[in-house]
């Protein structure tokens, strides 16, 4: 079954950027250490559970993603597999248009020939890992026909997602004419992890792949040698609970990154764009830098908190063929707190005791609020765990009458606390 994925419009954008500033402004004031410095010239810093904007530095130019690209080829190619159009044993024969010389000299590319066979796993690990532009190229091709329709696929999954800021002329990233935003890029990771919490096992925390193998002798090719190629994305080696995610470069803007990593129970996301450097050695630890000095100070300074609810209440529902619809919560249970605060939160359930059938499920009736020294910080929409549809003739007539004595002798709804 496929997951959903609820649109988030421009204006719901702009209203989580204006509440996030209010917050930072207020509850996160007394973080401890002022952020760091970056060299890149965009950046977000978001908590991974509840997209909370922790940190930004122009996070709204647009600006290439180089090979961050291959994250929405990835998410893709997920997709398909979810959909059971694609599988990860799938052998796929190579394509001449996607090995060199089409893929421009000096590129990233994991050393694909055409004839090859070559599995949809060892792909997907190839645009991962040593961030193969061949890879992607042949994923793409795979996927819908050619690198031109499937950046129209890519387009397309961006808009269903409500991600307005980011679009894409190819899969790969070699393009300066695809753009992104640091604060929306940071956002599309985030739904990423949440839609395949399992690519950073199976891909962006892996160290190195040998490819390639034996098996992909072609013709005019045989490897002759062990040849193995190594992880772009150093922190998973060098920063302690990094899993993930991706570098990029393209000489039209730079070195960008969006790094993820975990401890204690708080996840963080780092996004930056237009890394510089005196040279490519020196830009990539420049990068690299950058994203360790703002995970540090996320780490330090802020913890996602977790409060358990209880038995959360059911909604009455007059005219419904049950009488009751139970509530759950529309996106993690969880709020950011600055480090040394925690002891401050507290939860409250506030709940719509009646609604009128039929009821859809994702309804929203209620909300988990956390406040943070007496100041609601946070709200977490409950909503109709199923849909409920209307009752039999009798059951209707019976709940006009007992909602027509139950509105007369109240003064007016309560909300459960």
């Excluded at 990771?189 to 072609?218: D, G, M, N, Q, T």
């Excluded at 039929?358 to 956390?370: D, F, H, I, S, T």
């Excluded at 409920?388 to 909300?415: C, E, H, M, N, Y």
Aim: hydrophobic letters at 40%; charged letters at 25%; proline letters at 6%.
């Amino acid at each position: 079954m496929k997951r959903s994925r609820p649109r988030i419009t421009r204006v719901e954008h702009l209203a989580i950027a204006a509440f996030l500033a209010l917050f930072c402004l207020g509850a996160f004031a007394q973080a401890q250490a002022p952020a760091p410095q970056v060299n890149a010239r965009a950046a977000a810093l978001i908590d991974a559970t509840t997209g909370t904007l922790l940190y930004a530095k122009n996070p709204d130019i647009a600006l290439p993603p180089a090979s961050l690209t291959k994250l929405i080829t990835l998410h893709i190619a997920y997709e398909e597999i979810e959909a059971g159009r694609l599988s990860p044993e799938e052998i796929i024969e190579i394509d001449k248009r996607d090995c060199s010389p089409y893929i421009p000299y000096g590129s990233s590319i994991m050393y694909l020939h055409p004839g090859m066979k070559v599995s949809v796993r060892d792909l997907m690990l190839g645009a991962a890992v040593v961030s193969g532009n061949d890879a992607a190229y042949a994923l793409a091709r795979r996927i819908s026909g050619s690198n031109e329709a499937f950046a129209q696929r890519m387009n397309q999954e961006m808009e269903e997602m409500g991600f307005d800021r980011l679009s894409f002329v190819e899969p790969s990233g070699l393009s300066e004419f695809s753009l992104v935003t640091a604060r929306q890029f940071a956002l599309f990771c985030k739904r990423y992890l949440e839609l395949h919490p399992e690519s950073l096992k199976e891909l962006h925390s892996v160290r190195y792949i040998e490819f390639p193998r034996a098996e992909h002798a072609a013709p005019g090719y045989v490897p002759e040698e062990r040849i193995v190629q190594y992880n772009r994305n150093s922190l998973i080696t060098s920063y302690p609970g990094a899993d993930g995610l991706k570098t990029g470069y393209i000489i039209e803007v730079g070195f960008n990154m969006a790094a993820t990593a975990e401890r204690e129970g708080s996840r963080f996301i780092v996004v930056t764009l237009g890394g510089t450097g005196s040279s490519y050695a020196g830009g990539g630890r420049q990068r690299t830098q950058d994203v360790s000095r703002l995970l540090d100070w996320a780490f330090a300074n802020f913890s996602t908190q977790r409060l358990d609810p209880g038995e959360l209440p059911k909604t009455r529902v007059w005219f419904g063929a049950e009488r009751r619809i139970g509530l759950v919560p529309a996106s993690a249970n969880a709020v950011t707190v600055p480090k040394g605060r925690e002891g401050e939160l507290s939860l409250r359930i506030e709940a719509e005791p009646y609604a009128d059938a039929p009821v859809e499920k994702g309804r929203k009736l209620g909300r988990l609020v956390y406040s943070l020294g007496g100041r609601d910080v946070s709200a977490i929409d409950l909503v109709a765990e199923a849909e409920l549809p209307r009752g039999a003739f009798l059951r209707r007539v019976w709940d006009g009458i007992q909602k027509f004595f139950t509105t007369l002798f109240s003064k007016q709804p309560r909300k459960s606390q």
